[in-house]
């Protein structure tokens, strides 16, 4: 009787009898798997694999039978049917016949000889030996190897691959898929953190990306950080970041909405006192200029008077007298002292008392010149005078005797000799003003009464510097 499972051949007779057993294997759990029968989780290479029966389990075969392990279980087979080697026997040659003797032939005879052109015929016998299961007898009296996965004589599931062995076939799965209840099933690779960042399963396989800034390397599982500053993104400077970049401007410059170009800053819309006269943006900085009669000092923000007089860059006449002031100057022409007044010095006037026209006028004219910056702040002493001679007896009044029509100063007595001048109220120039500071000494002993006047030009400047 020839039966057949699963590829294999077996052949039952009176004196053979061929046991064939399936040992159900417990189910081992892997990371979630479940493995059928006759096969153990492996997780190394993560897969479900054969386990070898023939091996692991003592004395699976009694008798006379071998066992032989299979994908998924194994065989006992009798050992005369397992890898029987055929040898064809030789026949025997029939023996020549010789004449006998005492048939009264001579004995010289000779048996006939052979033509050389013809070979001694032998009858060939063909051999009944079995080959063992998964082969098949060949013309030749050999045993050749059943392609079971050609001949489509196997058992796998249209979800397995048919793998030929020596004597029968293996059903496996290919690569992507693992065995679970006897089907083949993807591998969902992204579950198991094939991919560094990015991962998407397809069937039987699985596919790698990287997030932005970052680039695929070689393996096709690992993501590398792209330095975007080799591509020069940035108008200035760059500097490259884990997975992005960042853009950074020169000074003078800040980052535009879009993130990689630097637009100008207006450093002069900071505030009003950057520059003390006025802020000109430039592309990156910004510089101070200061108005004519000035230079910009070394801080690159304050505004210094320049001294024309001292430089020479001036237009006075060698008879004139250069009177600098802030932001300006001025000529002075030569002092001339009017009737009845002589001149005593390059700045002062005297009108004698022996001089009867002199009599209601003041004694002396001391002229002097002073500046004052526009908008200077209130109350200052910006002027002082004093009795330069003293009389037993006398005492001394202090005032302003004309050119404070707008009331912006007054006197302040500071002792019995001295007074100080007072700026009361701001004054904006540019603008020239004369004052008349008068100095009037009272003697009752002798019965004295005398003034002096101080003739004072102050310049007030355009600019509050």
């Not at 075969?61 to 055929?86: A, E, K």
């Not at 003797?101 to 000779?110: C, E, I, R, V, W």
């Not at 063992?132 to 058992?155: K, P, V």
Request: hydrophobic fraction near 30%; proline fraction near 6%; glycine fraction near 8%.
């Amino acid at each position: 009787m020839l039966f057949e499972i699963r590829g294999f051949r077996f052949c039952s007779s009176a004196r053979m009898l061929a046991a064939l057993v399936f040992i159900l294997l417990c189910i081992q759990p892997g990371h979630g798997q479940t493995c059928t029968e006759g096969f153990t989780y492996d997780r190394r290479s993560r897969q479900c694999i054969d386990v070898d029966e023939c091996r692991a389990l003592p004395d699976v075969c009694r008798g006379d039978m071998r066992c032989v392990n299979q994908n998924g279980g194994y065989l006992c087979l009798p050992r005369s049917l397992y890898n029987q080697p055929f040898r064809p026997e030789t026949p025997a040659l029939p023996e020549p016949l010789y004449p006998d003797a005492s048939a009264g032939f001579p004995d010289t005879f000779q048996p006939p000889a052979l033509p050389r052109s013809v070979e001694p015929s032998y009858p060939r016998i063909r051999s009944t030996a079995q080959c063992t299961l998964g082969y098949t007898l060949a013309e030749d009296g050999t045993c050749n190897d059943i392609d079971e996965c050609e001949t489509n004589s196997h058992q796998c599931n249209p979800t397995q691959v048919c793998i030929n062995t020596a004597g029968g076939y293996t059903c496996s799965c290919t690569e992507g898929y693992w065995l679970i209840g006897g089907q083949c099933q993807d591998i969902d690779e992204c579950r198991y953190g094939y991919c560094q960042q990015l991962c998407a399963n397809v069937l039987g396989s699985y596919s790698c990306s990287c997030n932005p800034g970052f680039i695929l390397i070689s393996d096709s599982r690992t993501c590398q950080d792209v330095d975007e500053c080799e591509d020069e993104p940035c108008s200035h400077g760059c500097f490259n970041t884990y997975g992005s970049y960042m853009c950074n401007c020169d000074e003078g410059f800040e980052l535009a909405s879009d993130g990689t170009s630097c637009i100008d800053l207006d450093e002069c819309s900071f505030s009003e006192f950057l520059c003390q006269h006025r802020c000109v943006n430039t592309p990156g900085s910004f510089s101070c200029i200061c108005p004519p009669g000035y230079y910009v000092f070394e801080d690159g923000r304050s505004c210094e008077d320049f001294n024309e007089c001292d430089t020479g860059n001036n237009t006075c006449t060698t008879a004139q007298v250069c009177f600098n002031f802030q932001g300006g100057y001025t000529c002075l022409d030569p002092l001339q002292c009017h009737s009845p007044y002589i001149e005593v010095s390059d700045n002062q006037c005297m009108c004698s008392a022996e001089n009867p026209a002199c009599r209601d006028k003041p004694f002396t004219i001391l002229f002097r010149h002073m500046d004052l910056s526009s908008g200077r702040s209130v109350p200052a002493d910006i002027f002082q005078m004093q009795a330069t001679t003293r009389y037993p007896g006398a005492f001394y009044i202090f005032q302003i005797k004309s050119g404070n029509e707008g009331r912006e100063f007054y006197m302040r007595q500071t002792s019995n000799v001295s007074a100080t001048l007072v700026l009361s109220r701001p004054i904006k120039g540019p603008r020239e003003l004369v004052l008349d500071l008068e100095m009037v000494t009272v003697n009752n002993v002798i019965n004295f009464r005398g003034s002096s006047i101080i003739r004072l030009t102050v310049f007030v400047s355009e600019h509050p510097f």
